[in-house]
C-alpha cells in the first residue's frame, strides 16, 4: 500500500535536484568567466566573434577570407595587436613597423620561431621528431652561402638546360605553357644541382629523385592544412590518417643513403679531401651529421628540409614574377637591355647578377605584392611575455605578422597597390652604399618581410635570389612572353593565409627571334 506522503518527497527530491544542477551550474559559469577575463588574450582584440562557439565563424572565415581579416584588422588597430581566431587556437597579429621589429628581434626563449614555423606545418607529425635537430640550417646559412659564386655555373648550366627541356618553344610561333608544374621542375633541378650535385648516377636529373622532392614540398602544405583543422588532442590521429610526407620519405631514402654510404666511404679512406670532392648540400650535411654523430636518416629528412625550403618559396614567387612579365610586357625590353649589357661585358657569374638592379627590384616588387603568404614571422611563445606597449602573450600562443599590410602600407610605399617594378631600383639611387644595400631583394626590414627578419630571417635567401635572377636573366634573353588575352593576370590561389599563383595558368613562350638580337 502506497504512503500518501511519496509522492510529494519524490517532488522535492527532484526539484533539490535541480537545484544543486543549478548551483554547480552557476559557479561554473562563475568560475569560467573570471577564468576568460583573467586570461590576457581577453584583453585583446578580435577580428570576428570571440565568444566560445561563436568564434568558430571567425575561424571558418579565417580559411577562405585571410586577406579580408587582415585588413580588417589593420584598418582598425593598425600599430598594435589582434586576434583571430583559427580552428584549432588563436593567433596574434602584429602590425605597425615598432611591434613588427619587436617580434623579429624577439629571443627564442620568448618567442621560438622554430616552435611557430613547426607548428604552421605541423613538422613534428609530417616528418617525425628529427625536425627538433636544425643543424641544416647552419649548413645552409654559412656553407652554402659562402660558396654561392662558387656553384653558379652549377646553377646556371642547370636552369639552361632545364628551359630547353621543359619549354620548347620555336621562333616562329607561340608555345602555351602551363607554368606551375614547370617553374617547379626547374627550380627542383637547379636547387638540386647543389643539393645532391650530378654524380655519376645523375641524382640531380633522375626523374623519381626530383618527384619525390617536389611531391614532398607539396604534401608538406596539403597535410600540414588538413592537420591544424583539428584540435591538439586530435592531432597525432589525424597525422596517421594523412602520411604522404612519410611515404615520400620512404621512397628518398633507398636513394640518398647509398650516395651517403659512398661518401663516407671515401671520408674514412681520404680524410678531409680527396679529388672530385663534391661541393654540394649533401656532403656539408654529411661532414656536419659525422661530427654530431647523427644517423643517416636524420640526414635525409634534412634533404627533405631543404628541397622543401628551396621548391616551394622559389617556385611561387618565380611564377609570380613570370605572370607580372606576361601581363605587363613593356618591362620585357628594360630587363633584357640590362641583363644583355651586363652579361656581354661581364659573362655569366654570381657579380654580374648581382649587378642587374632592375631585375631584383623586378622580382622584389613581385613578392611584396605576392609572396606566397599573407602572414610571415610566425612565433610561438615559451613562456608568459609581455610587450613594450603592454600587451601579454601567454605561453603557448602562436603569433605572426601581418605581410600583406605592411606591403601595402602607403606611408611606406606610394600607391602600393600598383605594379611598380622598378620601384626599389629606383630606391637604390643617389643614395650610397647604405641605401643600395638597403633596397636589394635579399635584405629584411619591417617594410619587407617576405624572408623573414632578424637572426632567423631565411637562411637560403641569398641562394635563393641568385637562381629566380638567373632564371629570369636566361628567361628575358631567350624568349618573349604574353597571356593569350593582353594584360589578363590570373587570380592568385587563396587558402587561410597561402598566397600562391594560379596553377593551371599558361604563359604563351616564343624563342626569341636571333636576327632581332644575340641570344646569350
Known sequence: MTSPDAAPSSSRSADDSWQLFAAFAAVFLVAYLVRRRSNPLHSIPTIGPSAPILSWLGAFRYVYDTEGMLREGYKKFDGTIFKISMLDGWLLVFTGPKLIDELRRSPDDELSSMEGSTQVLQLRYTLGPGIDDQFHVAVVRDKLTRNLAAVF????????????????????????????????KIIARA??????????????????????????????FVSSFVINLFPDFLKPLIAKAVPMVAKNKQILTPMVVPMLQERQ???DEHGESWDDKPRDMLQWLLEEARAKGTAFDNV?????????????????????????????????????EEVENIVAEEGWSKASIGKMR????????????????????????????????????PKGTLVAAAAITAHSDDTRYPDPAVFDPFRFARMREGGGLEEATRHQLVNTSVDFITF??????????????????????????????????EGKRPTNVRFGPAD???HNAQVLFRKRRRGASPVV
Open 300 to 336: 635525409v629528412e634534412k634533404v627533405l628540409l631543404v628541397n622543401f625550403g628551396a621548391i616551394h618559396t622559389s617556385s611561387g614567387a618565380f611564377t609570380h614574377a613570370l605572370y607580372n612579365l606576361a601581363a605587363y610586357t613593356q618591362y620585357m625590353e628594360p630587363l633584357r
Open 191 to 220: 636547387s638540386n644541382r647543389v643539393i645532391v650535385g650530378l654524380p655519376r648516377c645523375e641524382t640531380g636529373r633522375d626523374t623519381e629523385y626530383l618527384d619525390v622532392a617536389i611531391k614532398f614540398t607539396n604534401d608538406v
Open 265 to 267: 666511404r671515401l671520408m
Open 452 to 485: 623573414g627578419g632578424g637572426k632567423h630571417a631565411c637562411p637560403g635567401r641569398f641562394f635563393a635570389a641568385n637562381e629566380l635572377k638567373t632564371m629570369m636573366a636566361h628567361l628575358v634573353l631567350n624568349y618573349d612572353v604574353k597571356f593569350a588575352e
Open 500 to 502: 600562391l599563383p594560379s
Open 358 to 393: 632592375k631585375l631584383d627590384s623586378f622580382l622584389k616588387e613581385s613578392m611584396r605584392l605576392a609572396d606566397g603568404s599573407l602572414l610571415n614571422i610566425f612565433r610561438k611563445a615559451m613562456k608568459d611575455v609581455t610587450l613594450s606597449d603592454g600587451t601579454r602573450i
Open 153 to 184: 655555373p652549377d646553377v646556371l648550366d642547370e636552369v639552361q638546360a632545364a628551359f630547353r627541356e621543359y619549354v620548347p618553344a620555336e621562333e616562329d610561333q607561340w608555345t602555351a605553357v602551363t607554368v606551375w608544374p614547370v617553374v617547379q
